[in-house]
């Protein structure tokens, strides 16, 4: 359950917080574009919280 605890919020997070700097720093960049930037940012911060974070944290519970 590791994913839900840390991954989707820290994607959710980093999703956010680059669409609105491509919102309010980069508005030549095309709509279309942003989307997919953010996109990546969100996938790709996701997996790296996901192999970052410790597997044996629920078990010792």
């Known amino acids: 359950m590791r994913i839900f605890k840390y991954s989707v919020p820290i994607g959710l997070i980093v999703g ?3 669409w ?8 030549e960049v ?3 574009s942003r989307v997919w930037i953010t996109i990546g ?6 997996i790296i919280a996901y192999f970052l974070f410790p597997k044996s944290e629920d078990k010792n519970r």
């Open 20 to 27: 609105y700097m491509l919102t309010k720093n980069f508005q």
């Open 41 to 46: 940012a969100a996938v790709f911060s996701g």
């Open 16 to 18: 956010w917080i680059a």
């Open 30 to 32: 095309p709509e279309s």
